[in-house]
């Protein structure tokens, strides 16, 4: 259970940063859906670095294979299993690493947990992980178009330190290496980025993930709540701090006047004059877009020396040197993109199993 | 698995509004550990309506029975169920209710994926599920103290509307109706709550709870995450539309520098120059507090008429008279913190099973 | 996780035998379904106490309450509570059984591994905790004739000590007190049974359920193969020793050329020459009845003395005089069909889940 | 959760029979326990085919890799990737085996459930999915030497056709092909099977898995108990019809005074004077010899032709020529052992999150 997400479709990752390969088996998945390599690495290669300056400039070619569960090019409703080779290891002295606990990572915690830890570029608590997550988002994208069409899911970076995205121009976000939905936003960043950069410092970013055309009636009281898998799914990417569903922390200052959401009635059902609540209500899909943001923090991979300790106790000063991401948060977008088609294809199998489709009529809709 | 939360202190809740009675049942607790039902009650009493002027003026006992899996005052390892019989069930004419669908409730989006609901107060989507929770929490609270002696949860109403707490005097909780951990912002909200609730109004909250004493070591890469399993609890309670761990959203706006806990080397331990990563790396409690805070949107039971329909399509308004709270996060803080008692529990457990207690040694300490 | 079964359709009971009350939380349950308490009433008068002087003449009304998750008489999809109050509670001096293990029984190894045990009638470990499930098997078997009209589940005892019945008429069950599909076993079980109960003696059985009309494709490689997951569900029943699907136990003895079951195609699709796999290929159901056995064991409630221990580790003997069932096989009956039910509509729900019902086409039927 | 089993100790296969690799990944293993390739090899060799005349002649190296999960030889506590390449895969005509369903071949049930399936060598209904198993459960087996040193787990081959091993004498097995414990059964078996092998037939088998030095307390009521999961692990196991605890199905035709395992007070704790219960009462292990038996039925690959049909819905008749086990009972020993070890580590890790090792005091032992 400690390595899986998904009640129905239920993805399990595995590997290590340094380790020979990572993956993950994808359970549940339907049949007969047309999945093939390109189409995975398609997402791969968003997450990959190394494509602007404004990310580490390692080397991964992050090349996805699938070994089961795929026979003539279409899924057979048995386990897929992705694997990642890992080939840009290199061949370092990891002494120092191995004896010291970087500040705001995970060395000391697994340390002390496991009594072990594999030390080589963050082991298991490394953001390599979320490529097998992109992948697996991959599967699930493809089946959401045969199962769910119309349905889309765009992310971009729409918080960066002090500069906030003003505006949701979605069409926007292939056109900065930001993803950001605000062309402006997208300057700001960049400017902003330079600097961070060239000091060897970090930044911390937002990031929103919004889904467009989702059916109505996914999610489930009380535990099973689209919202509660959303909140879950993005908190276990690395370095995510916070998650809000529409209005999110904003909601604290709001009146109940001010967050209403209206409703009239459509031509193909009911309509919202907003969408305070995020495309949720009571844990379970409006139709509305689904809106989700999830705050990263920088990363602590930094020039500036930081005080620590050994696993002798001895204290020792920590430096990061070399490649790194000045804002992990760039690379956080296709991630936070893949949990989201993950959980709601989860939520649509999960809405089959337990009522089949049921849906209330409302006026002449159904 | 719709309604149940945690992975060995596993609580399935039951129950609806205005049925004969909700409860819980409360599976794999350990064995030999005092529990009574006035224990509980202690903790439900602290949720229940109609203490102060700040809260709905209904009221309900809310007594809880132990039903199984206590004997002689012990708990004896089989499950324990905890139900709370519903008394103040009004008979009124639902009529309207039934065929309306209230903005902002999950009236609508219950019809559309079942083609029924219990409308009377609510039903399942009801804020008085929590109740269960609360006793569940009690359950959690009675085993912390055998298992982690020194370990507290406490909560309270960190922002109303425009005013936030600016200090975290936790002692200062039990002396004003908001559990808030400044005396001045009591005030504050006393003020505007009472200008809300004459208004027939509504406004939203943020809650924080803080775990203090927790053993360094409980968490799980990469999906049970400690960090991943609060906002899920989190998340999943009623009107919550934002989760934060320590800095949350707010890291979105720091530097790697500005963000970093340096390490020292205690008599102890590891001790932390500050508390941004708010208890937990890489998915793992450090040993420092644990800081969660959740937001709570504004009840859209108000008096301001909102435009709506019935199930018939046609338009209507909604107008939502009599008793209600103004302001519903004032009492999720008893709820905030028996989710954080049962996850930490349950995540002591899962410790117990995959490490035994295996502590890496730094320095002398281990 | 420990006391409850089922993927979707998820059942957890709770509740000892001497305890206020047991039950059982319905989670999963698809909606709109007419479930009403008589009707769960037959399923748990067949289980009953006291029906024949073949059945220990305990008197418990058992007479169950639907608590939460039926709305005007049909469910609503949130968790149905079902609450059997415990009655015939004799008010004894249980002092003796408090401090002796008795052979046979759960109390030894209760209290070796909890610590503590509710010695009164067996605590958790008594068959009433089956009570539950057959409650909870009723409501399965209102949501299968909604979804798969046509199927049919029955059970029958079909050996007791040296006697087998030697035929499958399952109109037979209801014309005599064993349930059995063969009227000459029924004479023979009665005369031999009779000789037991005077004895104070107690004798094992088989069981036999089968369940008719099961549509074809139930079940997924590989641990949640519908095999394996009757299995789990017999195995769990108090006293069962062994289970058997189709051959069972008998295909150890057979041929490639006797065990197979050839394959014609039939105005509605394939047809079996005979049921050899007990409707049962690769964990998936084939259309085919689906058989399943599982055996019995005699209590240990008998007259002759037998050797234990007390806890304080000093021998004794025990000797059980009073009321007992002298073939608990009996009453294990309904609990096989509840069980059954329970576990064909969790997979029905689950293929609906995964499949959405694909069924690959032969000839002109698909 | 189609392809997983295990509650602490979670095992996730993937693969199917002729695709490039086949494998698992254990989740939830202890950290800081040595473990090596070749241990989970050792094992590996013992289930595979071709060790001598009575095993289909497939050469197939099974070499198993860890990918994941284990640091300078020893578990890490992060997921363990165990992967087999698939070697031996002849290309050649699969035409006809595509459009034909062989009887008693799960072909027919994944083609209706699925409307696809990978027909090479029977895809993920192949019994190569077993040897992922076998590799989980090298693992498991290092982990009980640290965690219950003395455990030992043994199986074999207890009837062949109409021969059954009349003696249980354990050291025996490593001296015939069948690992029986008796070796008057081996020299039956091995003319018996070399009949069955020139008549290109093939016949059942029962093997019986005993694990000894088993601690008290493992397994709990009344859905995890360790018969329970025993039973649904065996079962899990490709061509199994039956599974036995103790006496199994035997115990339909016993008394209660036969049945009766008497208890005295040994120098280390309670003692048994027999052991028809199998080592587990109220499905908690006893610390007696946990005794489970299973069935498997006969391969249905044989010369003798078969009438089955094709996918078009016409007749055809099949003969299997080839490379076959004509037992392939033999070959599934390794896996219930297997089974056996994950099973019974799953719940000492079980018993550990939920009682911390409690155990009720019985004289002077604890």
Not at 103 to 125: C, E, F, L
Not at 196 to 220: D, F, N, Q, T, Y
Not at 297 to 306: F, Y
Not at 353 to 366: H, K, L, V
Request: contains cysteine.
């Amino acid at each position: 259970m400690f390595n899986s997400f998904g009640h129905i479709f239920r993805v399990t990752t595995w590997g290590e940063s340094h380790g020979p390969a990572l993956g993950c088996t994808v359970d549940g998945c339907p049949p007969g859906v047309a999945v093939e390599e390109a189409q995975l690495q398609h997402w791969l290669n968003k997450r990959k670095p190394g494509k602007t300056k404004f990310e580490t400039q390692r080397r991964e070619p992050d090349a996805v294979r699938i070994l089961s569960g795929v026979f003539e090019g279409k899924t057979t409703g048995t386990p897929i299993q992705l694997m990642i080779e890992n080939t840009d290891q290199r061949s370092k002295d990891y002494g120092d690493i191995a004896e010291t606990f970087r500040p705001g990572h995970a060395d000391i915690t697994y340390w002390q947990k496991y009594g072990i830890r594999d030390y080589r570029g963050g082991g298991r608590s490394s953001a390599r992980e979320t490529a097998a997550r992109v992948a697996a988002g991959g599967v699930a994208r493809e089946v959401l178009k045969a199962l769910a069409p119309g349905l889309s899911i765009t992310g971009g970076l729409v918080q960066m330190g002090p500069h906030k995205a003003q505006r949701r121009d979605w069409d926007e976000v292939e056109n900065n290496p930001f993803w950001t939905p605000d062309a402006e936003a997208a300057a700001l960043y960049a400017d902003y980025l330079d600097g961070i950069r060239k000091a060897h410092s970090s930044v911390g970013a937002a990031i929103e993930v919004v889904a467009r055309g989702v059916p109505v009636g996914l999610g489930a009281p009380v535990y099973a709540k689209l919202d509660t898998d959303l909140a879950a799914a993005m908190m276990s990417i690395n370095a995510v701090k916070g998650v809000e569903i529409g209005e999110g922390m904003a909601a604290a200052a709001l009146t109940g006047e001010a967050n209403a959401d209206e409703i009239d009635m459509g031509s193909d059902g009911p309509v919202y004059s907003s969408n305070h609540a995020g495309g949720i209500l009571g844990g379970i899909s409006t139709g509305q877009d689904i809106v989700v943001r999830f705050a990263v923090k920088p990363t602590s991979s930094i020039l500036t020396p930081r005080r620590s300790i050994r696993k002798d106790g001895t204290p020792t000063e920590v430096v990061t040197k070399g490649r790194h991401d000045p804002c992990v948060g760039i690379r956080a977008v296709p991630v936070g993109e893949a949990m989201m088609a993950c959980v709601i294809l989860d939520h649509l199998l999960l809405d089959r199993a337990q009522t089949g489709g049921i849906r209330g009529p409302i006026g002449g809709a159904s």
